[in-house]
């Protein structure tokens, strides 16, 4: 999955290159977003879970994952907005689907179209655990922050291609089984995509 979701990114980041170059001399197209904008996007992410009675090292597990943004810029360098991100791992204990809703800040340091993002907001975990013989579902629900940065390949006046990268943290308290305890859950999630950045 891991080969599979790199070659998608490239061959992407290879079909808009010519265009991003012939319209990098066109002063009247903005070099990141301005006003409203949005994105979509597919990332890869690395999860490791951890709980209060947990081994310090756990297996980390690979996912796909996408997202969704939308936001305003604020001025020439700040722009706030609000983002969606999903992702599913998968391993011996169960299944899992998580989800982050943060409301976040996105920097953009200089003229280029470079920018850092920090992020605050509610993180939802729903897992399928197999405790036993038995299968159990279980939602939760907590907080997460997360920090990344990106970068705006500029495609035309409304359309760039933007490689990210990011870290997320959730924490959801306590998992309750019939069986079993799992006491204060949390995650590390690293990704790695690409989205479409429309403005």
């Keep these: 999955m891991r080969r599979i979701f790199a070659m998608a990114v490239f061959a992407a980041l290879l079909s808009v290159w010519p265009a991003a170059a012939q319209d990098a001399g066109n002063a009247s197209a903005p070099g990141r977003p301005q006003g409203w904008w949005g994105s979509v996007g597919a990332d890869f992410s690395a999860i490791r879970f951890a709980c209060q009675d947990c081994a310090d090292e756990q297996p980390v597990y690979e996912s796909a994952a996408g997202q969704v943004a939308f936001g305003k810029t604020i001025g020439t360098k700040v722009a706030f907005?609000?983002?969606?991100?999903?992702?599913?791992?998968?391993?011996?204990?169960?299944?899992?689907?998580?989800?982050?809703?943060?409301?976040?800040?996105?920097?953009?340091?200089?003229?280029?179209?470079?920018?850092?993002?920090?992020?605050?907001?509610m993180a939802r975990g729903r897992s399928s655990l197999v405790s036993g013989a038995a299968l159990y579902q279980t939602i939760r629900n907590g907080v997460v922050i997360d920090f990344g940065a990106g970068y705006d390949i500029r495609v035309s006046k409304s359309l760039a291609i933007t490689p990210m990268a990011g870290w997320y943290?959730?924490?959801?308290?306590?998992?309750?089984?019939?069986?079993a305890v799992i006491r204060n859950v949390s995650w590390n999630n690293w990704t790695f995509g690409v989205s479409l950045t429309i403005f």
């Design 81 to 121: 907005g609000a983002e969606v991100s999903i992702a599913t791992p998968s391993g011996p204990p169960g299944r899992a689907v998580i989800t982050a809703v943060t409301g976040s800040a996105r920097w953009y340091p200089s003229s280029s179209p470079l920018y850092v993002k920090f992020g605050v907001g």
């Design 169 to 179: 943290m959730g924490a959801i308290g306590d998992i309750i089984t019939p069986t």
